[in-house]
């Protein structure tokens, strides 16, 4: 079991920068591919970035490409979100995900992950 805490969501104007952070406690954090989803009002959920447990390996999604930058420090337990260039678009709760992965592995679906915060909320003003 893993246990997943967001933090840093908040109100921004849009071209603004957030930091999110989901800390991670329980079982050894380096066994875990991370995963940022977003859901917005009356949207289903939907992938952000992900990266592997190895640190090597991220993706993103397109609207978010050049954007946002997924890392992880698996001294601190933490894997972050930097969200630059903010958009209205960009407004939604925003929720980590785990899954034990293989070393360079990332996961892009929601059902491919066992764990999940319980969400920040990133509201974005034009």
């Known amino acids: 079991q893993v246990q997943l805490v967001e933090s840093g969501g908040g109100l921004v104007q849009a071209g603004d920068s957030l930091r999110l952070s989901c800390a991670a406690s329980?079982?050894?954090?380096?066994?875990?591919?991370m995963g940022w989803f977003r859901q917005a009002p009356g949207k289903e959920r939907e992938f952000v970035a992900a990266?592997?447990?190895?640190?090597?390996?991220?993706d993103y999604a397109d609207s978010v490409k050049g954007r946002f930058t997924i890392s992880r420090d698996n001294a601190k337990n933490t894997v972050y979100l930097q969200m630059n260039s903010l958009k209205p678009e960009d407004t939604a709760v925003y929720h980590c995900?785990?899954?034990?992965?293989?070393?360079?592995?990332?996961?892009?679906?929601?059902?491919?992950?066992?764990?999940w915060g319980q969400g920040t909320q990133v509201t974005v003003s034009s």
């Open positions: 995900a785990a899954r034990e992965g293989h070393w360079s592995s990332i996961y892009y679906y929601a059902n491919q992950y066992d764990y």
């Open positions: 329980g079982r050894p954090f380096s066994r875990y591919a």
């Open positions: 990266i592997s447990r190895t640190v090597d390996s991220t």
